[in-house]
């Protein structure tokens, strides 16, 4: 069983930042790729950004140039730093790990979720 645990969330102004962090546990093989989703209320459950094993990263075009996903692969953590954070950004923030367990079945993990509120 893999568990994540979610840190970071909380009240910031417009332009504020924050930095969201989030370490996967548990006995596991290996993570394929870690990354955030936001949902807001009444709306889908969205990607905001990721990360694969190999580094390589990918963004939603609303956060592009604001936000950027890193990881410590020796943690097994990722963090989210949100800049300039807009209004539109307040949600419940959700890590998504895609792990491969012991039995060798990848399998997707998520967190119980952080929530983000960007106002004056």
């Known amino acids: 069983q893999v568990q994540l645990a979610e840190s970071g969330g909380g009240l910031v102004q417009p332009g504020g930042s924050l930095r969201l962090s989030c370490t996967a546990s548990?006995?596991?093989?290996?993570?394929?790729?870690m990354g955030w989703y936001r949902q807001a209320p009444g709306k889908q459950r969205d990607l905001v950004a990721s990360?694969?094993?190999?580094?390589?990263?990918n963004y939603a075009d609303s956060v592009k140039g604001r936000f950027t996903i890193s990881r410590d692969s020796a943690k097994n953590t990722v963090y989210l730093q949100m800049n300039s954070l807009k209004s539109e950004d307040t949600a419940v923030y959700y890590c998504?790990?895609?792990?491969?367990?012991?039995?060798?079945?990848?399998?997707?993990?998520w967190g119980q979720g952080t929530q983000v509120a960007v106002s004056s």
């Open positions: 998504n790990a895609d792990v491969i367990a012991i039995s060798s079945v990848r399998r997707q993990y």
């Open positions: 548990g006995s596991f093989l290996g993570i394929v790729a």
């Open positions: 990360i694969i094993s190999g580094g390589s990263t």
